[in-house]
């Protein structure tokens, strides 16, 4: 047996062995990939965000309309109403009060703009006399129908161009008329098909945080259907009002003057009722500046009624909200999703108020002048008894330097 040397095939050497090593990455170019695919992912979102940024728009609102209509729904399903049904039938009521709203509204208006047109030398006439009698100013009735007839000039031109653009007019009507049946589809699923949704969402919450999901769905149903009904209710009882008062002036259209003014006051946040009040008062100028003033007289005591009356008892359980807030959130809403954004923004921020006040812990408040808040009651106990204290307050032409002494001493 010869001893045969055994050939062995080496592997080749490391890197490391051979005296190699393979250059260091520099961490500030770690950081710069970060930063650079980052900047990368964000664009990226951006612009997909841009193209669907409409679409999540009408998701959310379709989102707050079927947390307003979850307890009318809810209330029908439990009288042996299927969801569906009960879904449809109230979005198609309201779709009919849209159109019926919107046939009232645009004629009346165009009608009552060229009556006042025509009427406004007259008018101005009666107000140039008055001016003249009282404080020596006289109106130039010439001016107002120049410029009248200039604005009646423009208005005609702008209708012309209108007319000539029937294709871009008919394109935003049928953009318009799209947008609100994707909202309405959205609506329609989320509140017929709600308990089914709710369980695909909890389905993705690991199971300690299911019920912290269900209480702040539960919450945003029951701010937003109370802020909708009690605004409801407002517009009714501001529409019967505007009624009487038109009915009684003898102020023509005082149904459709009503309905425009109940719903219009109380649905747009802030300068609703501004906006609401100028139709009517438009129209009863025409008939006469003393019915005008009349109303104007009847606008101002009512809306101190609400205020002071009968919202706080109204809204007292339903939107505890503090006005800044309300004021604050009505305007970022406002600037995000235009008036839709701006009527939606009060149930969101009583939603994010009352989901806060429960996740976020608060403490006790040291007492001092500064931060004790005296009821009305404690406010009328205080002045009763500082009169009992100064006693009657007599003449100082009769009392002298004897009231001036009493009054100090207390």
């Known amino acids: 047996m010869s001893d045969e040397p055994t050939t062995t095939t080496d592997a080749p050497a490391s890197p490391d062995e051979a ?13 710069l990939g970060a930063i650079v695919a980052t900047a990368f992912a964000a664009l990226v979102f951006l612009a997909f965000f841009r ?4 679409l999540l728009i009408w998701a959310f609102i379709a989102l707050f309309a079927s947390f307003a209509l979850e307890p009318a729904v809810d209330w029908l399903a439990k009288r042996g109403w299927r969801r569906g049904l009960a879904t449809a039938l109230l979005l198609f009521g309201l779709a009919i009060l849209s159109v019926v709203m919107v046939a009232l509204m645009i004629p009346l208006l165009l009608e009552q ?6 009427a406004a030398p007259g008018i101005l006439e009666s107000v140039s006399t008055f001016t003249k009698r009282w404080f020596g100013i006289e109106v130039s009735v010439e001016t107002l129908t120049t410029q009248l007839t200039d604005a009646n000039s423009a208005v ?3 209708g012309r161009d209108i007319a000539g653009n029937v294709f871009g007019v008919a394109s935003s009507v049928l953009g318009g008329i799209f947008k609100l049946l994707t909202i309405g ?9 709600g308990p089914r949704f709710r369980r695909t969402i909890c389905s993705y919450v690991p199971r300690r945080h299911q019920d912290t999901v269900l209480w702040t769905w539960e919450v945003a ?3 937003t259907g109370a802020y909708l009904y009690s605004r409801l209710l407002l517009a009714i009882i501001s529409g019967v009002a505007t009624f009487f ?4 002036l003898g102020v023509p259209f005082a149904v459709p003057l009503a309905v425009w003014m109940g719903l219009v006051s109380q649905f747009i946040p802030t300068i609703g009722t501004y906006i609401a009040m100028s139709l009517p008062l438009l129209v009863a100028v025409v008939q006469g500046p003393s019915d005008a003033l009349v109303l104007l007289i009847f606008f101002t005591a009512y809306q101190q009624l609400e205020n002071y009356i009968l919202s706080p008892r109204i809204t007292a359980k339903t939107m505890e909200l503090h006005p800044a807030l309300a004021f604050a959130f009505a305007i970022a809403g406002a600037s995000i999703a235009g008036i839709v954004g701006a009527f939606l923004a009060l149930p969101f921020a009583a939603i994010v108020q009352a989901v806060g006040s429960t996740f976020v812990h608060r403490h006790d408040v040291t007492e001092s002048d500064l931060t004790r808040v005296r009821t009305p009651e404690e406010s009328r106990q205080i002045r009763e008894r500082r009169k009992r204290v100064r006693g009657p307050r007599p003449w100082r032409s009769h009392g002298g ?6 009054d100090a001493g207390s």
Do not use: C, H, Q
């Open 19 to 31: 005296g190699l090593r393979l250059p260091p990455w520099p961490w500030i170019w770690k950081l």
């Open 51 to 54: 193209k669907v940024r409409d």
């Open 113 to 118: 703009i060229t009556a006042l047109i025509k």
């Open 156 to 158: 005609s031109t702008f």
């Open 185 to 193: 589809l959205f609506t329609f699923y989320l509140t017929a098909d």
């Open 221 to 223: 149903i029951e701010k």
């Open 245 to 248: 008062v038109l009915t009684a």
């Open 401 to 406: 330097d004897d009231a001036d002494d009493r």
